[in-house]
């Protein structure tokens, strides 16, 4: 019987150690995202909020994906991008609604005693939970309504609290902090928008959802989750699928989960504790009541008995040889192999009828005494008849044996390969899902830069506007502008001759003021311009030119295992266009005697030139080049225009170490698999061996000393 089948729809990333609790358990996963997180598209409020964080009498995190993306800009807010650590003041007191929260404060050092933590009962010891209420009523609460329990409305009567979120969801416990009397502001810290699943996870649904299929269960751990479910599946799936897709078993960790569930049509829905724990329970609970291991059975339960079970057993010859045993490496085919070993060992050992069934001569058959020599030869005819057929049978039943045992064996070497092909699937699964994980982290962080180059624009701006009371300042602020440009201009880009020429555009002003104040600065700026001169240059433009260049010739060069025959040389054909232009000149002038030898001559030439093109004797170091069939031969182009791109994206980035195992690569790929004769190919080796030698990668020297000095002269 196959595996249940478990389908997790917490965002990307975030369901790792439960997917690996699942599958260590004997459950199979299917990753079916129904929410993905995203930071906010406008983090300006929450920046501001976390900038005055002291005045604030509470501050409440709805979710661990708020303090994620809370801390992270209150890191960036006093420039500690990329800390762990968070800079919280200890006088503001920090309010969550479940254990997963608790300890994601705890990863970022807010933790009792230091720090003032309120969440509710039972959530500082629940493990690592996710924030979702229980799932009867004995078992401790984790939602708006138990943290409120928690909290002392009188004490905030007149106070700024401060309520970190995402966007959408509930607002009840904004709506009794404000009935309470305190003034709550709420920000976004983070959006959570509909992901699109991929054509494989629908394939993988709609395999689900056919009759005879393994059971799935749905873990529902939101209720924005059931809504996005119920629309996804009215847009892709049919009416008959969606019907279907709301009988199946959905496990939800709270009651407002499972009525929202129950509201859109889901029937079938399980109560389950809260944490990874609770679900994980909740799914075992599942899988062994709808799909348990199937018992062992014994051979005689697994064919239906012989309609002659109940009498006794007949005799079975001496040459009848006893069944062999069967394989079970695979339960049903081992089921079925049982049921004809049995049956064809019922059909073997029933005896033909012998002599002791005919009727014994009695005293007065004077015929049969009469005749010994007929009665002698009776028995013994019979007994080769017996003799005969027992052989055959014992023949039958080793060829029917053989032939179960191969077809067995045949099983499970297949099922063996089978399940090395799931297992590879899920490991490749799994890489992917952590390296979208990944890309997300830095499709984050890079964000985040971004709107911190959207804040510094601002304070530019601001400070422009400041500095236009005196010139003076005016001049340094136009040199510290000059400065950062060529420094952002040197580390983005490496070009060196953009931050000399902004180097020496700021030494130029200086020297238009001539004041003694700038005299420090203007040798540090000095010192960095003959740092910049003497900077080697690189023609990393024309090493990449060249490298476009190989790439659009590699579909053009032949193979090693796709040459032809050789063809006539221009200069064989030329030199036979000039015998045949001089022999047609003189043929007037020649006899017919000259004109039969310059006919047979060049009849002998033909022969003895197409003769030599039938057998042909080549060297060639790999024979496996020769062994390339057509889709191999564009395979290996593509191979080798991949690696050439992958050798241009890194000389760009200046990751030369990626720059040169590449081109060595593709070097090497060419040289073993395309013919080096060739023009085409001799010509692409020297393209690649002339970037390899242009593409030199410095180490670029850096503004520190003009910047230092700059900072210097503005604390002055």
């Given at each position: 019987?196959?595996?249940?089948?478990?389908?997790?729809?917490r965002?990307?990333?975030?369901?790792?150690?439960?997917?690996?609790?699942?599958?260590?358990?004997?459950?199979?996963?299917?990753?079916?995202p129904?929410?993905?997180i995203?930071?906010a598209?406008?983090?300006?409020?929450?920046?501001?909020?976390?900038?005055?964080?002291?005045?604030?009498?509470?501050?409440?995190?709805?979710?661990?994906?708020?303090?994620a993306?809370?801390?992270?800009?209150?890191?960036?807010?006093?420039?500690?991008?990329?800390?762990?650590?968070?800079?919280?003041?200890?006088?503001?007191?920090?309010?969550?609604?479940?254990?997963?929260?608790?300890?994601?404060?705890?990863?970022?050092?807010?933790?009792p005693?230091?720090?003032?933590?309120?969440?509710?009962?039972?959530?500082a010891?629940?493990?690592?939970?996710?924030?979702?209420?229980?799932?009867?009523?004995d078992a401790?609460?984790?939602?708006?309504?138990?943290?409120?329990?928690?909290?002392?409305?009188?004490?905030?009567?007149?106070?700024?609290?401060?309520?970190?979120?995402?966007?959408?969801?509930?607002d009840?416990?904004?709506?009794?902090?404000r009935?309470?009397?305190?003034?709550?502001e709420a920000?976004?810290?983070?959006r959570?928008?509909?992901?699109?699943?991929?054509?494989?996870?629908?394939?993988?649904v709609?395999?689900?959802?056919?009759?005879g299929?393994?059971?799935?269960?749905?873990?529902?751990?939101?209720?924005?989750?059931?809504?996005?479910?119920?629309?996804?599946?009215?847009q892709?799936?049919?009416?008959?699928?969606?019907?279907?897709?709301?009988?199946?078993?959905?496990?939800?960790?709270?009651?407002?989960?499972?009525?929202?569930?129950?509201?859109?049509?889901?029937?079938?829905?399980?109560?389950?504790?809260?944490?990874?724990?609770?679900?994980?329970a909740?799914?075992?609970?599942?899988?062994?009541?709808?799909?348990?291991?199937?018992?062992?059975?014994?051979?005689a339960?697994?064919?239906?008995?012989?309609?002659?079970?109940?009498?006794?057993?007949?005799?079975?010859p001496?040459?009848?040889?006893?069944?062999?045993?069967?394989?079970?490496?695979?339960?049903?085919?081992?089921?079925?192999?049982?049921?004809?070993t049995?049956?064809?060992?019922?059909?073997s050992?029933?005896?033909?009828?012998?002599?002791?069934?005919?009727?014994?001569?009695?005293?007065?058959?004077?015929?049969?005494?009469?005749?010994?020599?007929?009665?002698?030869?009776?028995?013994?005819?019979?007994?080769?008849?017996?003799?005969?057929?027992?052989?055959?049978?014992?023949?039958?039943?080793?060829?029917?044996?053989?032939?179960?045992?191969?077809?067995?064996?045949?099983?499970?070497?297949r099922?063996?390969?089978?399940?090395?092909?799931?297992?590879e699937?899920?490991?490749?699964?799994?890489?992917?899902?952590?390296?979208?994980?990944?890309?997300?982290?830095?499709?984050?962080?890079?964000?985040?830069?971004?709107?911190?180059?959207?804040?510094?624009?601002?304070?530019?701006?601001?400070?422009?506007?400041?500095?236009?009371?005196?010139?003076d300042?005016?001049?340094?602020?136009?040199?510290?502008?000059?400065?950062?440009?060529?420094?952002?201009?040197?580390?983005?880009?490496?070009?060196?001759?953009?931050?000399?020429?902004?180097?020496?555009?700021?030494?130029t002003?200086l020297?238009?003021?001539?004041?003694?104040?700038?005299?420090?600065l203007?040798?540090?700026?000095?010192?960095?311009?003959?740092?910049?001169?003497?900077?080697?240059?690189?023609?990393?433009?024309?090493?990449?030119?060249?490298?476009?260049?190989?790439?659009?010739?590699?579909?053009?060069?032949?193979?090693?295992?796709?040459?032809?025959?050789?063809?006539?040389?221009?200069?064989?054909?030329?030199?036979?266009?000039?015998?045949?232009?001089?022999?047609?000149?003189s043929?007037?002038?020649?006899?017919?005697?000259?004109?039969?030898?310059?006919?047979?001559?060049?009849?002998?030439?033909?022969?003895?030139?197409?003769?030599?093109?039938?057998?042909?004797?080549?060297?060639?170091?790999?024979?496996?080049?020769?062994?390339?069939?057509?889709?191999?031969?564009?395979?290996?182009?593509?191979?080798?225009?991949?690696?050439?791109?992958?050798?241009?994206?890194?000389?760009?980035?200046?990751?030369?170490?990626?720059?040169?195992?590449d081109?060595?690569?593709?070097?090497?790929m060419?040289?073993?698999?395309f013919?080096?004769?060739?023009r085409?190919?001799?010509?692409?080796l020297?393209?690649?061996?002339?970037?390899?030698?242009?593409?030199?990668?410095v180490?670029?020297?850096?503004?520190?000393?003009?910047?230092g000095?700059?900072?210097?002269l503005?604390?002055?």
């Amino acid at each position: 019987m196959p595996r249940p089948t478990v389908v997790v729809t917490r965002p990307a990333g975030q369901s790792r150690q439960l997917t690996e609790a699942l599958q260590a358990a004997g459950l199979d996963v299917l990753s079916f995202p129904l929410l993905a997180i995203g930071p906010a598209a406008d983090n300006v409020p929450l920046r501001a909020a976390l900038a005055r964080l002291p005045e604030f009498a509470l501050v409440v995190f709805v979710s661990p994906n708020a303090i994620a993306y809370a801390l992270d800009a209150l890191a960036a807010v006093h420039g500690l991008q990329g800390s762990s650590v968070a800079q919280w003041p200890a006088q503001v007191p920090v309010a969550v609604v479940g254990p997963a929260s608790v300890a994601a404060l705890a990863d970022r050092g807010i933790a009792p005693p230091a720090f003032h933590v309120i969440a509710p009962a039972g959530a500082a010891t629940n493990g690592n939970g996710t924030d979702e209420g229980s799932h009867d009523a004995d078992a401790p609460r984790f939602d708006s309504e138990a943290l409120w329990a928690r909290l002392e409305p009188a004490a905030l009567a007149g106070k700024p609290v401060l309520i970190i979120r995402g966007n959408g969801g509930r607002d009840w416990l904004g709506d009794r902090l404000r009935e309470a009397g305190a003034r709550v502001e709420a920000v976004e810290a983070y959006r959570r928008t509909l992901p699109e699943p991929t054509a494989m996870q629908w394939q993988a649904v709609r395999e689900s959802l056919r009759p005879g299929a393994p059971p799935y269960a749905w873990l529902l751990t939101s209720s924005e989750a059931v809504r996005n479910l119920d629309a996804l599946a009215r847009q892709h799936l049919s009416a008959e699928e969606a019907a279907d897709l709301r009988q199946v078993q959905c496990i939800a960790p709270h009651a407002r989960i499972a009525e929202q569930a129950q509201a859109l049509g889901f029937t079938h829905i399980l109560r389950a504790a809260p944490g990874d724990a609770g679900l994980l329970a909740a799914c075992l609970q599942w899988a062994d009541a709808h799909a348990g291991p199937a018992p062992a059975g014994t051979p005689a339960e697994a064919g239906p008995a012989p309609a002659d079970a109940g009498a006794p057993p007949l005799p079975v010859p001496a040459a009848t040889p006893a069944p062999a045993a069967v394989p079970t490496a695979v339960p049903a085919t081992s089921t079925k192999v049982e049921r004809v070993t049995q049956e064809t060992t019922s059909s073997s050992a029933t005896p033909p009828p012998t002599a002791a069934s005919a009727p014994a001569p009695g005293p007065g058959n004077s015929a049969v005494n009469g005749a010994p020599g007929s009665a002698a030869r009776r028995p013994a005819a019979l007994w080769a008849l017996v003799a005969i057929l027992v052989v055959a049978t014992a023949g039958g039943f080793w060829w029917l044996q053989q032939r179960v045992d191969h077809l067995t064996g045949e099983l499970a070497r297949r099922q063996q390969s089978n399940d090395a092909l799931v297992q590879e699937s899920r490991v490749l699964t799994r890489n992917a899902q952590d390296t979208v994980k990944e890309l997300q982290a830095k499709v984050g962080a890079l964000e985040s830069q971004v709107g911190e180059t959207r804040d510094k624009q601002v304070a530019l701006e601001q400070v422009y506007q400041d500095l236009m009371r005196n010139r003076d300042d005016w001049e340094i602020a136009e040199i510290q502008q000059l400065l950062t440009n060529a420094g952002q201009q040197l580390q983005l880009t490496g070009n060196v001759q953009v931050a000399l020429a902004a180097l020496q555009s700021a030494d130029t002003r200086l020297a238009r003021t001539d004041k003694p104040q700038y005299n420090l600065l203007r040798r540090a700026i000095g010192r960095d311009i003959a740092r910049m001169k003497a900077v080697p240059d690189t023609d990393l433009t024309g090493a990449a030119i060249k490298l476009d260049e190989a790439i659009n010739q590699v579909d053009v060069l032949p193979l090693l295992s796709s040459e032809r025959m050789l063809e006539r040389s221009e200069a064989d054909a030329r030199k036979g266009a000039a015998r045949n232009g001089a022999g047609g000149a003189s043929a007037p002038a020649a006899n017919g005697n000259g004109a039969t030898g310059g006919w047979f001559t060049r009849l002998w030439d033909y022969l003895r030139e197409e003769l030599a093109q039938v057998i042909r004797i080549r060297k060639v170091d790999d024979a496996e080049a020769l062994l390339l069939s057509g889709d191999q031969g564009w395979f290996l182009r593509e191979n080798v225009k991949l690696r050439l791109l992958n050798a241009r994206l890194a000389l760009l980035s200046r990751n030369e170490p990626v720059f040169r195992n590449d081109l060595a690569a593709a070097q090497a790929m060419i040289s073993r698999y395309f013919d080096t004769k060739s023009r085409r190919v001799q010509g692409v080796l020297t393209l690649l061996k002339q970037a390899q030698a242009g593409a030199v990668t410095v180490q670029l020297p850096t503004m520190s000393e003009s910047l230092g000095a700059l900072q210097a002269l503005k604390k002055e």
